[in-house]
């Protein structure tokens, strides 16, 4: 099945900073996401991003499908955007339901 | 519209003991996944359930078994906790589309 690997594991930001997380898969994929997990254990969804570019707000995301990695950017941070953000993409394309997570990037942003 | 529900929120059991939690899907959502995330881990995929069967499993053991309802609602079994099922479970649901969404999940211990 598909190996998921983030980096960095760690960050800190001073409020107002930029960050580039990164998830790199080793297979192809039809389908990858980024989750923000808060505090409390809740996983929010950020993107659905199988190949190209959004934006939400603050936050864009680029997966480049052919290179097999996908960057989440996050910008002008505030205190919460803290917690962890995996990126996911499924086992197989044939098992949407499945998904491989990453082991996150856990993201501090100090006030 | 409610999203994903989980209940109880916390659980705390012995070993030996046997526990079911429970989800209810986002509404329009026809699959249900179950997730075990491990304190500092990405969550890792334990079955998801389909028109009231379980389609895809990872590897967990036949301790961990599952249920669908008519109103696809789904359980989660765990018979002969051990120690090391101690963990946040998640619930996720999705209906033919690629995102899935997830729940506040529930938080087990077993002592």
């Known amino acids: 099945g598909i190996q998921v690997e983030q980096s960095p594991p760690d960050l800190i930001l001073q409020e107002g900073a930029n960050s580039t997380l990164r998830c790199n898969f080793s297979?192809?994929?039809?389908?990858l996401q980024w989750f923000h997990q808060n505090p409390w254990g809740q996983l929010i969804n950020l993107f659905y991003?199988?190949?190209g570019t959004k934006q939400n707000g603050r936050l864009s995301a680029t997966t480049v499908a052919t290179e097999r990695y996908s960057l989440l950017y996050i910008s002008s941070s505030q205190t919460t955007d803290s917690g962890v953000y995996f990126c996911?993409?499924?086992?197989?394309?044939?098992?949407?339901?499945?998904?491989?997570f990453g082991k996150g990037t856990k993201l501090s942003v100090k006030p | 519209d409610a999203g994903v529900t989980q209940s109880p929120t916390h659980l705390i059991k012995t070993r030996g003991q046997q526990v079911t939690l429970r989800c209810s899907p986002k509404?329009?959502?026809?699959?249900v996944s179950w997730y075990q995330q491990a304190l500092g881990q990405g969550p890792q995929f334990i079955f998801q359930?389909?028109?009231?069967?379980?389609?895809q499993r990872g590897n967990f053991p036949d301790r961990f078994s599952g249920h669908q309802f008519p109103n696809y609602s789904s359980e989660l079994n765990v018979n002969a906790l051990l120690l090391g099922d101690s963990a946040l479970y998640l619930c996720?649901?999705?209906?033919?589309?690629?995102?899935?969404?997830f729940g506040p999940g529930t938080r087990l211990t077993v002592l």
């Open positions: 991003i199988p190949s």
């Open positions: 359930y389909y028109e009231e069967e379980e389609r």
């Open positions: 996911a993409a499924p086992r197989s394309k044939g098992s949407q339901g499945n998904l491989i």
């Open positions: 297979d192809s994929v039809n389908n």
């Open positions: 996720a649901s999705r209906s033919s589309g690629h995102t899935q969404y």
């Open positions: 509404s329009g959502h026809d699959t």
